[in-house]
Nanobody
Framework: QVQLVESGGGLVQAGGSLRLSCAASTRTFSSYTMGWFRQAPGKEREFVAFITSSLGITQYAASVKGRFTISRDNAKNTVYLQMNSLKPEDTAVYYC????????????????WGQGTQVTVSS
């Protein structure tokens, strides 16, 4: 069974940056579309970004577009989320996931999830 391990979360001031990493324990990582989601306290988990397997096409939620960048290194079986110009409303637990079927914007389209990493942005 594939495992995903996120890292890179932490406490940062508004306007700062963080880079999240998600390492996958699979030799077929390059064949997967990967997504990032987040869940703030008291809220439902929401889509942040995804990157496709072959062409590396990316899509972002409107709330993070222009500030966040998703990328992948297939040689390292790792997907990244570079987060710049962070805002207090970006505070959440961030999860990476492997896409299984359906549109990449929906939580239900992903079958395998990491344990999450906490990002806290102070004002």
């Amino acid at each position: 069974q594939v495992q995903l391990v996120e890292s890179g979360g932490g406490l940062v001031q508004a306007g700062g940056s963080l880079r999240l990493s998600c390492a996958a324990s699979t030799r077929t990582f390059s064949s997967y579309t990967m997504g990032w989601f987040r869940q703030a306290p008291g809220k439902e988990r929401e889509f942040v970004a995804f990157i496709t397997s072959s062409l590396g096409i990316t899509q972002y939620a409107a709330s993070v577009k222009g500030r966040f960048t998703i990328s992948r290194d297939n040689a390292k079986n790792t997907v990244y989320l570079q987060m710049n110009s962070l805002k207090p409303e970006d505070t959440a637990v961030y999860y990476c996931a492997i896409h299984s079927s359906g549109l990449g914007y929906y939580e239900s389209s992903y079958a395998t999830w990491g344990q999450g990493t906490q990002v806290t942005v102070s004002s």
